[in-house]
Structures are given as C-alpha cells and as structure tokens.
C-alpha cells in the first residue's frame, strides 16, 4: 500500500539558512499534518492543511511557513534556521477528518540538522 | 487544552511475556480518540492501535490490546506474547472528534519498552 512520503529523508543546514521539506499524502487524502520531534521528545504538532487550506496551527514558530498545493502535497518552509531548529520532521496525513476512517499515517520523516 | 500522560518513562520485559503500558489523558470533551504509536529505532511512528471513546468494547488487534476506563481517563496498551520486534518507543496519543475542538495529535512524552531475549 501506498504510504506518505517525504523529502529530503535528511538535510544539513547551517545557521542562517533556509530549509524546504516536501511530503506527499497517501493518494485520497486530503488532509495533511506537520510535527516536530525533537531529540528524545513526543512530536508536537505544527501545522495542519485540509483541502489546501490551513486548518490548525500549533506551536509553529513564525520563521516557518507551509502550504498545500493543488496536488495535496505540501511544503514546510523554514527561513533563519537556529540550531534549536534541529529534530525530526514528520508529515502526516489522514482521509477527510470528519469521515469515519480517522486516522493519521505518518511517513519515514525528514531529519534536520543545522550546524 | 487536552494532555496525555505516560507515567513510566521505561519499561522492559521477557520474550513471550505480557506488558502493560499505562496512558492516563484529560479532557473536557465527550467523544474523542485515543491511540498508541510505535516508534522503533528507525523513527518511523506506526499506529499499532485505536480506540473511539464512544465505544464501550476495547479494541484489539493481533497480540495488542487495550484497556480503555472512560470514567477514569485511562488507556492502557497490553502486548502479550512479546517479540524482540517490541522493543521500541510507545507514545499514547488523543485527538478530539469534533471539529470544535482540534483534529491534531497529542501525544504522552513516551514509554521506552525493552524486551529481553
């Protein structure tokens, strides 16, 4: 079965710079989720899309941004990176969240390091 | 706002034996769900398991199930017949059911579960 998938799997970037992380849903959904996990932590949400609108924000610093493309993919921009910016980047997604299949599938993650 | 919490931060057990993994959650809403993500070395997050609050049976899949007290705010995963392949990070996680409230997740800080050949 088809699962999410995300670009870059890892990225090194230095202080300063600017960082674009991609992630395609599983094919019918519409519904896309950002996290950031860092190091020995639980994932905190982000930012969430539902038919390419944004539906939720969470604790999403505002050096970040994201979207989400005709295609239901999206893009998680991250400008002026610091070194606390370093963790895992997961995106996830789930078919319409008010139907009854509601679950969130996650896919392999992008893991940033800034140096 | 809704929290999770995963009161043992580790946890190990023998090969073929059962564990349990406890989740305790607060919320002020009456119909939410509840789940449990594997997250192994790899750090990929795989749902292992999920429950509707509005259901009184408690899910099952396979050799994992779980024991959900909605009075008590209580969620607790069992593994029975436990594999090497265990052995990972389990976090226990919530989301709201309504749009009123939020879609996303919330997740515990985790249990880190060992098996032991």
């Known amino acids: 079965a088809a699962g999410v998938i995300q670009s870059p799997r890892h990225l090194i970037k230095e202080k300063r710079e600017t960082a674009t992380l991609k992630c395609y849903p599983i094919?019918?959904?519409?519904?896309v989720y950002w996290y950031q996990q860092g190091p020995g932590q639980d994932p905190q949400f982000l930012i969430s899309f539902y038919e390419k609108m944004q539906s939720d924000k969470g604790s999403i610093p505002d050096r970040f941004s994201a979207q989400q493309f005709s295609d239901y993919h999206s893009e998680l921009n991250m400008s002026s990176l610091e070194l606390g910016d370093s963790a895992l980047y997961f995106c996830?997604?789930?078919?319409?969240?008010?139907?009854?299949?509601?679950?969130?599938?996650f896919g392999p993650g992008t893991r940033l390091t800034v140096t | 706002a809704q929290t999770v919490t995963q009161s043992q931060p580790e946890m190990s057990v023998q090969e073929a034996e059962t564990v349990t993994l406890s989740c305790t959650y607060d919320t002020s809403e009456s119909d939410y769900y509840l789940f449990w993500y594997k997250q192994p070395p790899s750090r990929q997050m795989i749902l292992v398991i999920r429950q509707e609050a509005y259901k009184q049976q408690n899910a099952t899949e396979n050799r994992f199930s779980v024991n959900f007290q909605k009075a008590a705010k209580s969620f607790s995963l069992k593994i029975s017949d436990s594999q090497l392949g265990d052995a990972a990070m389990y976090f226990c996680?919530?989301?709201?059911?309504?749009?009123?409230?939020?879609?996303?997740?919330?997740f515990g800080k985790g249990t880190k579960l060992s098996v032991i050949p």
């Open positions: 996830a997604s789930s078919p319409n969240p008010t139907s009854t299949s509601y679950e969130q599938y």
């Open positions: 996680a919530y989301r709201s059911f309504s749009g009123a409230g939020s879609y996303q997740l919330t």
């Open positions: 094919p019918r959904h519409d519904t």
